[in-house]
């Protein structure tokens, strides 16, 4: 008797499990990492070699590196690993060259999901009768990403618009996975040699709040909106984002202009028309610095598919589910930050970088500043075409470790964003260099000069 009243306990432990969201990721987790452990075992032990020796397939044999396992191991879990590795393929130098190279293979890799999946969650949303007023949207998607897929469509007057829509069940699932991520990272944090400099507990804190943000799509309608105003302001009419359809926006569904145009990496198409592809980079760079210096918002994700050169003349940014926010006093040390990284002033660089993130007991101040001329000093001397970033962010990280400091996240995430800008700059303004460019470095001080002029009246209120 006791034994079957301890079964159906087991049974029922087993069942509630299997039902809430987080023990069932856990569950997930545990069989796709013991299956990739396992594979990683068969592959040390030749037993994969042989297997596909053994089939006829001796040339498609590949040696699994722990980079490839991981790429395939974050595919098999899903949505939510898929971004994180997206987010380590665009972090050259935050993460080891070999996991970077590895992930970028995940960039444009998502599978779609199906176009009923689309429907059904157009009439949830909006009901039959409302979702029937967005017509000709086409089947096949625009794009499809980790956590939602693109289509094209039109409102019942005509008007083109693409239509957000997200991967269905995503939001309990990328919670659940969330819980288990950090406890590795607790893990990590605790187990590996130095792992406290990468703050990998900080990081996933930072990607949960990232990602809960491009979880709620009216988030995203808002941040669109608040670009716009501030691009209006700012007096730069030949820069916008996508127009929200609020009407037909919620938490997994967002309607907005659809934009006509060239990528920024589609160099071959920019140069056939005789787009002045400089300019229109400098013009995109100063208004996204204008953006961090007066109003501490902008855009977060400028890799090349998120920036346009529009038919009509114009510069369009797209997809604003993750935005940078600092606060007034991050916001000072950011902008003493560029001052100091235009100028050259190392000192001053790193007294900001000590007040950024703290520094050990056993800092050596002058070592530290010699060590941050050696590795910046290239951005100051060659131009964008020149630069190899690629040795660039892990020299900063290798003196960042030697001597023992946290690099602060306001500067990951600016650095980030200075990274994609390069990945274009390279074709479309080789010749550029954003921290000696007057056009861009005269109009930054007076920027930051303006705004803090701004700060202390603020102040004095």
Not at 207 to 217: G, I, K, S
Request: hydrophobic letters at 45%.
């Amino acid at each position: 008797m006791v034994g079957y009243l301890l079964l159906a306990v087991l049974a029922v432990l087993f069942l509630l499990s299997v039902a809430l969201p987080v023990p069932r990721r856990m569950w997930a987790f545990s069989l796709i990492t013991a299956k990739y452990f396992w594979l990683w075992v068969a592959d040390v032990l030749q037993l994969r070699r042989a297997f596909f020796a053994l089939t006829g397939r001796s040339a498609k044999y590949q040696k699994l590196t722990r980079p490839m396992l991981m790429r395939m191991m974050c595919e098999d879990l899903g949505p939510t690993f898929i971004k994180f590795g997206q987010i380590i393929a665009s972090s050259s130098g935050m993460f080891p060259d070999a996991y970077v190279k590895e992930f970028q293979r995940v960039l444009d890799r998502v599978k779609p999901f199906p176009f009923e999946d689309v429907q059904r969650t157009l009439i949830e949303e909006f009901g039959a009768e409302k979702a029937a007023q967005l017509i000709d949207v086409e089947p096949k998607q625009l794009a499809s990403a980790s956590i939602a897929q693109v289509h094209t469509a039109k409102l019942r007057d005509g008007t083109p618009v693409v239509i957000k829509v997200q991967r269905p069940g995503i939001i309990p699932r990328c919670m659940a996975d969330m819980k288990i991520m950090r406890f590795m990272a607790k893990l990590l944090a605790k187990f590996r040699r130095d792992a406290d400099l990468a703050n990998p507990v900080g990081i996933i804190d930072d990607f949960t709040n990232t990602l809960a943000e491009e979880l709620d799509f009216r988030k995203e309608a808002a941040n669109l909106d608040k670009f716009n105003d501030i691009m209006r302001e700012l007096g730069h009419k030949n820069i916008r984002a996508p127009v929200p359809q609020h009407e037909y926006t919620t938490r997994k569904v967002l309607v907005m202009e659809k934009f006509l145009g060239l990528r920024v990496d589609n160099f071959t198409e920019i140069k056939a028309k005789g787009i002045d592809g400089e300019t229109k980079l400098v013009d995109g760079l100063r208004a996204w610095f204008q953006c961090v210096v007066f109003y501490g918002f902008f855009h977060g994700d400028v890799h090349a598919g998120n920036l346009m050169l529009l038919d009509d003349d114009t510069i369009g940014f797209l997809d604003f589910g993750i935005v940078g926010r600092f606060d007034d006093k991050a916001r000072y040390l950011v902008t003493d930050y560029m001052i100091a990284f235009a100028s050259g002033n190392y000192k001053r660089l790193a007294e900001i970088i000590v007040e950024m993130s703290g520094a050990p007991d056993t800092l050596n101040l002058e070592a530290f500043i010699g060590d941050l001329k050696e590795t910046y000093s290239p951005l100051l001397t060659l131009s964008f075409g020149q630069v190899n970033y690629a040795d660039f962010l892990p020299g900063i990280q290798k003196t960042a470790t030697r001597h023992r400091m946290k690099m602060p996240n306001e500067f990951i995430l600016i650095t980030k964003q200075l990274l994609y800008f390069d990945r274009y700059a390279k074709s479309l303004a080789p010749k550029l260099n954003v921290f000696t460019d007057p056009r861009l470095v005269l109009g930054m001080m007076q920027d930051i000069q303006k705004a803090r002029m701004m700060v202390e009246a603020k102040k004095s209120v």
